[in-house]
């Protein structure tokens, strides 16, 4: 039946090392993302936490260990060694570290183009969109609290308003996974919270992978955490149980992490 392939994981993360020249940025990393769940990888810098989305979305091949993705009501595939942009189409979603809108389009127009990835931009944007898209268009800016900026220019939006939209752009193709590298970065204190409402909304229909560095946005809205320090997991919990672990208190929120 198809429920007995319902996995409570939507990802499993299996002994994976990587090795560049001889270093190891991470290794022997083991764990699960639960299906709903936000799931944070926090940690110092150059802790492995980007290069492991990198070998999540097969950007970065591991030396070693493999990624199983549960989907929804289907067998379990392994992304190891798949090419990204199938990965893609699976339904796992990346936000990179650096902004990508095109910032001379509209918040509409970088929709469109998100959501017919692939097409050749002209002819996507002067197509007539089906009653269907501008509908799911349209739920997602709302849900990203960009309605009313639909035909803004993407370059006229604010910091944070940009990543609202980047967020968007992954949301609107449907992913059961939206793996998120510092969305939070170079927000205040309001847009920091407001993204973690957004985030808080979108996990109600699909799994979300988070890296971040500002611990109160971390207490917001995780589910769980995982620590990883010089490429291994050094404690794994809930917020309450890694922000209360010595070892975690000296080694990232000491230096920085708050
Ligand atoms: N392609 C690569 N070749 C060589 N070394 C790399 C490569 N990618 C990452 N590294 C190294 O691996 C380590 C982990 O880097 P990574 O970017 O994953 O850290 P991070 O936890 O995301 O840090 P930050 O918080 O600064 O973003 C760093 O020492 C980095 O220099
Ligand atoms: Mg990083």
Not at 40 to 67: E, H, S, V, Y
Not at 70 to 99: A, C, D, H, S
Request: proline content about 3%; charged content about 25%.
């Amino acid at each position: 039946m198809a429920t007995e392939l319902l996995s409570e994981y939507v990802l499993e993360i299996n002994h994976i090392s990587v090795c560049f020249d001889g270093f190891y940025a991470l290794t022997d990393v083991t764990t699960k993302v639960k299906r709903n769940d936000i799931h944070f990888f926090i940690g110092p810098n150059g802790a492995g936490k980007t290069t492991l989305l990198d070998i999540i979305c097969a950007k970065t091949k591991p030396t070693q260990g493999n990624i199983v993705f549960n989907p929804m009501y289907k067998k379990p595939i392994t992304l190891t060694g798949m090419k990204e942009y199938k990965i893609v189409w699976l339904g796992i979603g990346r936000k990179f570290q650096v902004p990508s809108v095109f910032v001379n389009l509209t918040v509409e127009e970088n929709m469109i183009l998100s959501l017919r990835k692939g097409k050749r931009i002209v002819d996507t944007i002067l197509r007539k969109m089906r009653d269907k898209e501008v509908k799911k268009i349209a739920e997602t800016l709302e849900k990203v609290g960009l309605s009313d900026k639909r035909q803004w220019r993407a370059g006229a939006l604010a910091h944070g308003e940009k990543q609202w939209l980047e967020i968007a752009m992954q949301l609107v193709q449907e992913p059961e996974v939206i793996m998120l590298d510092e969305p939070a970065a170079g927000m205040g204190k309001p847009e920091t919270f407001k993204t973690g409402v957004i985030l808080k909304e979108i996990q109600k229909e699909c799994s979300i992978v988070v890296i971040e560095h500002d611990m109160d946005f971390v207490k917001q809205i995780a589910n769980r955490v995982t620590v990883l320090h010089e490429g291994k997991i050094l404690k794994e919990g809930s917020v309450a149980e890694v922000l209360s672990d010595s070892t975690v208190q000296k080694v990232y929120l000491g230096r920085g992490g708050e």
